[in-house]
């Protein structure tokens, strides 16, 4: 089955400063690709997501690119800000509208 | 939003006994989820379901089984809970966010599970 792995498992960056967190796939069947931010006592939350026709998208300060060759995709985000810190999930899809996500990055923004 | 509630949020529970979680939604969605999260391990995937009645297993499915009788409410039964599952769950249904066009998951709020 799909594995996805998520790394680095967690990121300290100053404020302003750019984040990249890196995830790979296994399964080359994968074609849907979402982020998910999970901040502190809450519930994960869609970010932004990618679809393998597709090599980069964007959203304000948040972009994820993927190479399906390769098969990984990234998250980036420019400017960060301390509400920015949370913990983000990479996810694939191999179908059935499941998701396999990866073990999350805990990012730090200081300020 | 899909008005997705989980319960109980939090229970404490025996070594050996039975315990039920129950995930519900109120505007009929197809697809359900349900995850377990745990330090270093992210979210995996115990079972889903794909309507009522139509369950598949997901990546750590042992120990673990799911009902679903309506299309409403999907069911995480653990048999005989055991200090390993010790975890929080999280229950999800996917559905098209309209003000994005897009289709995602959104999750209940989970239910912190102890078992001691």
């Known amino acids: 089955g799909e594995n996805v792995e998520q790394h680095p498992s967690t990121l300290s960056v100053q404020e302003g400063d750019s984040a990249v967190i890196k995830c790979t796939y296994s399964?080359?069947?994968?074609?849907?690709f979402p982020w998910y931010k999970q901040e502190l006592g809450k519930r994960p939350q869609l970010i932004i997501d990618i679809r393998s026709n597709v090599g980069e998208k964007k959203d304000q300060r948040i972009a994820v690119t993927l190479n399906k060759t390769a098969k990984h995709f990234s998250l980036h985000i420019t400017e960060t800000q301390p509400e920015d810190s949370a913990v983000y999930f990479c996810a694939a899809s191999p179908g059935s509208y499941k998701l396999i996500f990866g073990s999350g990055t805990r990012l730090l923004v200081r300020p | 939003d899909a008005g997705i509630t989980q319960s109980p949020r939090h229970k404490v529970t025996e070594t050996g006994t039975p315990v039920t979680l129950r995930c519900h939604q109120t505007?009929?969605?197809?697809?359900m989820y349900w995850y377990r999260q745990d330090p270093g391990h992210g979210l995996r995937l115990i079972h889903y379901?794909?309507?009522?009645?139509?369950?598949d297993k997901g990546e750590v499915s042992d120990g673990y089984s799911v009902s679903r009788s309506k299309t409403e409410d999907f069911l995480l039964t653990l048999e005989s809970a055991t200090s390993s599952q010790t975890s929080v769950y999280f229950c999800?249904?996917?559905?098209?966010?309209?003000?994005?066009?897009?289709?995602?998951?959104?999750f209940g709020s989970g239910t912190r599970l102890t078992v001691v």
């Open positions: 999800a249904i996917s559905e098209l966010f309209r003000d994005k066009g897009k289709y995602g998951y959104t």
């Open positions: 399964d080359s069947a994968s074609n849907y």
């Open positions: 505007e009929n969605h197809r697809y």
């Open positions: 379901s794909y309507g009522v009645k139509d369950t």
